[in-house]
């Protein structure tokens, strides 16, 4: 996947490298589209700037002229919005789109009017006003000198806030790609993750919790009106009003929350959901973007959630608690955290779950669930209820969601060191946060306002980065050594494979969230280039990579299957190492063989060669509403099998056919090169 996205990213940055005018173009409709009213609301012109000046920077691109076609865009977008605003007047407000939100436009003549010209420049930077204060300004009849003035000056601005970092960043992927292809696909992904948080964060806070704080008092509203008494008792417990109640309510849910999901994904590991094999996909898909300079973070990250650093910091807690004579909440402290260490070792133990990798021993050898997990989930839960216990509802959420990104980062480095598997850091995080709801509510009549939290929190972080940073230091060569990327390659006799070892290979394709997909009918004990030489003779043909531009082609009305290549499909976290195809004609479709390495090597007589997993698919193309293409795949009869066998008898291939009771062939077949 690694040299696939390195090349998709590789060809976009080409492509804009011999375009600069295009390229140019693009920046300015982008950047004029997301300061015009309605458009801007539904156009993703920022993103679009940030991506295709990154591409530019990449290609080397001169900055000055990205900046001023940046900037011509937004002076019109902006124009244009002030011109529909000066010309409709207060008629605007009538439009179907403003009408239906009649706060927008009182919002940005509610801005003007606390700021005057000056809020032509800092609406610019706004998401939330940037297409509307201009339109504003033309309702109000502010003078267009002054207007374009200002919009002149917040269109430069804009434009070199966003230019510069994203082509920064471009100059920075031809850097990192010059060292390590991986290490610039990690950070490119990173990147995107990043990027997607953040606005999927501001949607919900923007538009998410208005709604559910309107739904929620609808719901109290309709509950205190009924008749039935213990729906009023429910709707006076969870009335806003009575914060305490509220916020019980709240650890309750989740509370029953962990409790539930961390018996669900139990129920999965025990019963072999494809949870299971979802987590084999996903650690095969993680351990092919590693590289050494990631691996120096999350082993830094990693050490900082173990419990040597852990109980410093709870340590700390525990005493400043005692300290201020809080005997109540320190005894429930360590009695929460002690649990989840006693807890956790249990568990281990009662599962026997094997590791990706042995990297302990006794208990701890075993995954589930991730200690490092559960343990920071919950000391930093523990942490965060202490310490914003006296804060507004939005202080807390925001320590809230600090401790959650923390222990977020925490399960990720365990998963990307191979430490454990997803389902070991889902279960921990699960387990953390029903301990952590039980200690909240265990101290929910506790009286701490004599308690000095913020000494107290910063106290306790010093402690925890001072100490843990030893510690991660002090180990650091070690855990570079733990942790080091293995590859698990397995050895089969050529008399084995054809006896038993065939069987303790997947039998059907495995995408990345552990379902199965179609049979894999044939075993190849060879290489790619041997499997070549056979299959060409029989009118096959291997296809080259998949590329971006390939992905475009879906995009014509009228592709046929000579213009696309099959997709690149995934089984078990991996992309396929090579694929053949044998075209029919376009009705009939054609014939899709993809080959994937097992991880195994099979000892033939002439040497070692790996062992390749394949499936025969047929795949056709459909044309819906006649604007693009879209492939379609589809199972093959077993006689297609058997005939593509038979054909490979006849070149010399080897081939063992187990066969049933009524002397059919079996599959999966297996075979490797004759002579």
């Known amino acids: 996947m690694t040299q696939w996205l390195h090349e998709f990213i590789q060809q976009i940055i080409d492509f804009a490298g011999s375009n600069p005018m295009l390229v140019g173009l693009v920046l300015c409709v982008a950047a004029g589209a997301e300061a015009i009213i309605v458009i801007g609301a539904l ?121 510069l970092p994203a082509a920064g960043l471009g100059l920075a992927w031809n850097t990192l790609g010059a060292v390590s292809g991986r290490l610039a696909v990690l950070v490119a992904l990173l990147l995107i993750m990043l990027f997607v948080v953040i606005r999927l964060t501001r949607l919900l806070v923007n538009r998410g919790m208005p709604l559910l704080a309107r739904l929620y008092e609808k719901a109290i509203r309709h509950l205190s009106e009924m008749r039935w008494r213990p729906a009023g008792v429910l709707a006076a417990w969870l009335d806003p009003d009575q914060p305490r109640l509220a916020g019980m309510a709240f650890w309750v849910a989740l509370l029953l929350a962990g409790m539930f999901g961390f018996a669900g994904v139990l129920e999965d590991l025990v019963s072999g959901d494809p949870l299971v094999r979802a987590d084999t996909a996903i650690n095969h898909l993680i351990q092919g973007l590693r590289t050494r300079p990631a691996d120096a973070i999350m082993v830094v990250i990693t050490s900082l959630g173990d419990s040597v650093s852990l109980m410093a910091a709870v340590a700390t807690l525990i005493g400043l608690l005692f300290l201020q004579r809080a005997w109540r909440l320190a005894a429930a402290v360590a009695l929460t955290v002690g649990a989840a260490m006693a807890f956790v070792p249990i568990i281990k133990q009662i599962l026997h779950k094997p590791r990706p990798i042995d990297i302990y021993t006794g208990a701890h050898n075993y995954s589930f669930p991730s200690g490092h997990t559960t343990l920071s989930a919950v000391v930093f839960g523990v942490f965060a209820v202490v310490v914003a216990h006296k804060l507004s509802i939005r202080g807390r959420g925001i320590v809230y969601a600090l401790a959650g990104l923390w222990v977020t980062l925490v399960g990720l480095s365990r998963i990307y060191l191979s430490a454990h598997w997803p389902s070991d850091v889902l279960g921990g995080m699960l387990f953390g946060t029903m301990l952590t709801a039980a200690f909240a509510l265990l101290i929910g009549h506790t009286d701490l306002k004599n308690c000095r939290c913020s000494l107290m929190a910063a106290a306790v972080l010093a402690v925890f980065i001072g100490f843990g940073g030893f510690h991660a230091w002090k180990n650091f060569n070690g855990n570079m050594l733990r942790y080091e990327p293995r590859k698990v390659v397995k050895r089969i006799s050529l008399a084995k494979w054809k006896r038993e070892g065939w069987r303790a290979l997947p039998q059907r394709r495995i995408d990345l969230d552990g379902d199965h997909g179609e049979p894999l009918a044939l075993q190849w004990a060879g290489s790619t280039a041997e499997l070549g030489e056979r299959m060409r003779a029989l009118g096959w043909r291997k296809v080259p990579a998949f590329t971006w531009r390939d992905g475009l082609k879906l995009l014509l009305p009228r592709a046929t299957l000579k213009d696309l290549l099959p997709l690149p499909v995934m089984h078990n976290g991996r992309f396929p190492v090579a694929t053949f195809v044998r075209q029919r004609n376009e009705k009939a479709g054609r014939f899709v063989l993809r080959l994937w390495r097992s991880g195994t090597l099979v000892k033939r007589p002439d040497g070692v060669a790996p062992l390749l997993l394949a499936s025969l698919r047929r795949e056709i193309v459909v044309h819906p509403f006649g604007l693009a293409t879209a492939p379609r795949q589809g199972d093959v009869e077993p006689e297609v099998t058997i005939g593509l066998v038979e054909n490979m008898k006849s070149h010399g291939v080897m081939i063992y056919e187990s066969t049933a009771p009524n002397k059919q062939p079996l599959f999966p077949v297996l075979a490797w090169p004759g002579g």
């Not at 920022?46 to 900046?67: C, N, Q, S, T, W």
């Not at 009649?102 to 420049?121: D, M, V, Y």
């Open 43 to 163: 156009f993703p012109g920022e993103a679009l700037v940030l991506g295709v000046a990154a591409a530019a920077g990449a290609a080397g691109l001169d900055l000055l002229p990205m900046i001023i076609w940046t900037t011509l865009g937004a002076v019109a977008g902006d124009g244009i919005s002030y011109w529909i605003g000066h010309s409709k007047g207060e008629d605007i407000s009538n439009w179907p789109w403003l009408k239906k939100r009649p706060q927008l436009l009182a919002q940005g003549e509610n801005f003007i009017a606390r700021h005057g010209i000056k809020s032509i420049l800092i609406a610019r930077f706004l998401p939330a006003l940037r297409a509307i204060v201009p339109v504003a300004a033309g309702v109000l009849g502010m003078p267009p000198k002054r207007f374009y003035i200002a919009n002149f000056v917040s269109a430069t601005g804009w434009a070199i806030v966003h230019i």
